[in-house]
């Protein structure tokens, strides 16, 4: 763990993971920026923002599980010095990516009226379903702009989409300002306002990025690739092959946070701003988790590709470590600041007290969600998927859920049993993602 082996696997890993930790961010705190500033409305528009943003999260995750694929990809052949597979990766990925996104949107924005069959408060629904409407639209933008991200992260160059990821953040929170409010002349939107900010800024991030791409020097060796003649079904199902359970895995995982939303929507619209509070405070850590994630996974892959066996172990392992430490970490500061988090949200002192208690379990779940996040970025980077996604569907879906829903109806703990059930199912994971790492990784 402190040996200069180690001590060369932490700093690499720091050097790749800080720029994408922040790059991360900024898809998590676009949703927290809507939150806060939807919030100020009143406990109503908070609310369809947690059922509107935990909805959205499902279709978001399964985009970035799909991109996910290019990152193993391209490393691994960097690795090697395959620059003509690496091209092949770019110009199949982005077309991928592209079709992806707008069948995303095509397909959620005509299923979005079935919102009123999830037994949520009517007010919250109306209030939902334009809000989801126009975030659904916004995939577009943002799988083209995370086609030319993974592959530069793959080239391990990923400090650029954390300066165009900081742009647009900021961007849309000055979008949101005016057209949530009503700023600078314009309309008054309220909470759809959020959303146009949001697509608005994710169609920046998009010519942003590929701009960068498609211009700067280093990667004209690959752009003379990009034509039709080039395209090949064969590369994008290998794509698809990785991407599709990295996606079900996603989907297990925040498809079952988005569950208990609508769980806690039964109880009604008060729990569930406070459930909203305490899953953004969670997000933004597990976002800055999955920055590691994303680096062990081009760790590991370009070690596999060069043939570097041990440092495949080393890089995981390492990884994982940084991952724990950085999350215990976070445990504390959230415990430190449970008390005065919910007030930037709303002012409700109803929903800032109940919101300070589901923080305390936030707080608990941090180190395992850092260790299985990181794992499977590891994983990734070996390109060992399928498992992980029957870990996540056996760890949420069959022991999380159900003693959530035990725990929140049965005994009568409301959004407390179900966070309780949630913190169980995060600590399974992390142990059965460790030591599948353990057996897929030889020493």
Not at 13 to 39: E, R
Not at 246 to 258: H, N, R
């Amino acid at each position: 763990m402190f040996s200069a082996q180690y001590r060369h696997h932490y700093k690499a890993t720091f050097l790749l993971a800080f720029p994408v930790v922040l790059s991360q961010l900024g898809h998590i705190l676009v949703s927290v920026a809507d939150s806060i500033m939807a919030g100020r409305i009143g406990t109503l528009q908070l609310a369809a923002a947690s059922l509107g943003n935990s909805i959205f999260t499902i279709v978001l995750v399964f985009g970035l599980g799909i991109s996910y694929s290019m990152t193993p990809l391209v490393a691994r052949a960097d690795g090697r010095k395959n620059h003509t597979r690496i091209a092949l990766i770019l110009l199949n990925g982005l077309v991928l990516n592209t079709l992806i996104g707008v069948f995303l949107f095509l397909v959620f924005y005509g299923l979005s009226p079935l919102i009123h069959y999830l037994k949520q408060p009517l007010d919250v629904v109306k209030l939902t379903i334009p809000y989801v409407n126009i975030l659904f639209l916004s995939m577009v933008p943002l799988m083209v702009f995370q086609a030319f991200k993974q592959f530069a992260e793959g080239l391990s160059l990923t400090r650029q989409s954390m300066y165009i990821s900081i742009f647009a953040n900021v961007l849309n929170v000055g979008l949101n300002y005016v057209l949530i409010y009503g700023k600078l002349g314009m309309p008054a939107l309220g909470l759809n306002g959020a959303a146009w900010a949001t697509l608005i800024s994710r169609v920046v991030m998009a010519l942003m990025m590929g701009g960068y791409v498609l211009t700067f020097q280093r990667f004209a060796k690959y752009r003379s690739y990009l034509s039709k003649q080039h395209l090949s079904w064969a590369h994008m199902l290998t794509m698809l092959k990785i991407g599709f359970p990295i996606s079900l895995q996603m989907i297990f995982e925040m498809g079952a946070f988005s569950f208990s939303a609508v769980m806690i929507g039964w109880v009604g619209a008060t729990q569930l701003a406070a459930h909203q509070i305490a899953l953004n405070v969670a997000s933004v850590t597990y976002m800055m988790a999955s920055g590691i994630s994303a680096a062990a996974t081009i760790r590991v892959g370009k070690l596999r590709g060069s043939g570097d066996v041990h440092g495949v172990h080393t890089a995981g392992y390492s990884s994982m470590i940084m991952g724990a430490l950085f999350m215990a970490g976070t445990g504390v500061l959230i415990i430190l600041a449970k008390e005065l988090i919910p007030a930037f949200y709303v002012k409700d002192i109803v929903v800032q007290a109940l919101a300070s208690k589901l923080l305390i379990i936030a707080a608990l779940f941090q180190i395992s969600d850092g260790v299985q996040v990181v794992a499977l970025g590891a994983l990734r980077g070996l390109e060992d998927v399928r498992v992980p996604s029957m870990i996540s569907l056996f760890s949420y879906w069959l022991i999380a859920l159900p003693i959530g829903y035990t725990l929140g109806f049965v005994f009568d703990m409301g959004a407390m049993g179900i966070w309780t059930g949630l913190l169980t199912g995060l600590s399974i994971a992390a142990l059965l993602l460790f030591f599948r790492f353990r057996k897929f990784s030889p020493a």
